[in-house]
């Protein structure tokens, strides 16, 4: 075949309109032919400029959406928004409930840890040869010696016809924040007062009220900015009386 | 992209449509060289082609289908008649004898700027049948179905349409090397 004939399938073959058969014939006649190869090569040169210099513009994101929404017609089917409507809630609450969970399991791991660290700090306290630094049953000799020790002020309540004594206190750390350490006496037993700034930090999430799962009775809550706690070895109830007369006193 | 057998349902139409949007609007911004007016006909090709989608036969070539709702619509509208006009002289003149001088380097030399604006200013029927080809990768059948030509002209347009090109290239090369 002469290369007029075959140069006349080149358009074709390069568009791929060949048949198989067509396609190698001609494969085979560009190995020997150097001229149609050229030609080829011509061809398929025009081919790539165009198709390079094919995307002309891209369409705007407010037309993609104006066009979108015009044909988006369907509704989806039923039961697709079934699934949705199940699903949504039931996933919701799965969630919800694990965020729960884990909210409660880390609270309980923040309050155990606060409330041995407490524990630890009276009962250490308690064990030492000077308990207290300022040995005193007067409320109004203890306030005033925590005046330059701590960036905080409290009141301590009026003890008289009552069972508590105040012993003394002493300046604390939890935390790494420094705190005011109040030692009362109830028929021969010693509780510990807390009182911490309320930094939002450690003792931010503690919930207020008895620690049922500790050794020691205890109490927390918190008032004004400030965090307090009770820690002793006496009676939930003595412990509850004690928290009275100080959230009175705040 | 043949359609299978099945109800023609609004739903369909979008599985079918929406895939097309960007292939449609670069090619009638080719037709156009206008955002807004590129932008009227897209619109109006799926306004018309949700409208006649009862009408489209399944089994036959979908993209084809579209893309001829959009060059009709294109060929009504005021941009498109006045280029229908120039084709006729277009035609004749435009297109040279193929003389053996080594193209190749030429076109190899073509920026592609050069090569945009010999594409822009080629006439409607060339520039429409190099890009359904070479843009689209369309076959000659889907080609034909598109501009609802035979297919045999499809094969001699192309020709045709290549040559222009060319010409239009070597052209702007030489005069650029001239005025050099």
Redesign the interface.
Known sequence: MPCDQWRAQI??YL???LSASDSRAMADHLQQCPDCT?EV???L???R????????????AQ??A???Q?????PRPAKQWLWRLVLAPAVLVLLLSLAVNLYVDHEKAERSRVYSELADLHVSTLASGTPVDVVSTDRHTVKPWFEGKLPFTFNLPELQGTDFTLVGGRMTYLGQAPGAHLIYRIRKHELSVFIFQDRGGDTAGLSSGPIPEFSFNAEGWRKNGLRYFVVGDVSAADIESLSKLLRDAA | MEVPEQPL???V??DL??PL??QL??FA??LTHD?SE??DL??ET??KA?RGFSSFQTGTNFRAWMFRILRNSFLSSRTGLKSTVAIGDDEDEAIVSSDPT???VL??Q?D?ET??QA?RELSVPYREI??L???EEM??DEIAQTLTIPAGTV?SR??RA?KA??AS?SARLKGGSNAM
């Open positions: 358009d074709a568009d791929r309109e050229a090569l011509e061809h040169q025009l081919k400029a165009i198709a390079t210099v094919g995307p002309s513009d891209t369409p705007s037309f993609r104006r066009i979108m015009s044909v988006t017609t369907k | 349902s609004a739903a139409f979008e449509a929406l949007f960007d609007y670069n911004h080719w955002r590129a932008e897209v619109q799926y306004a949700l080594p193209e190749a076109i190899a073509a592609r090569v945009r594409l190099l890009l080809c070479e843009v076959s000659y094969m192309l020709h290549r090109l060319r290239l």
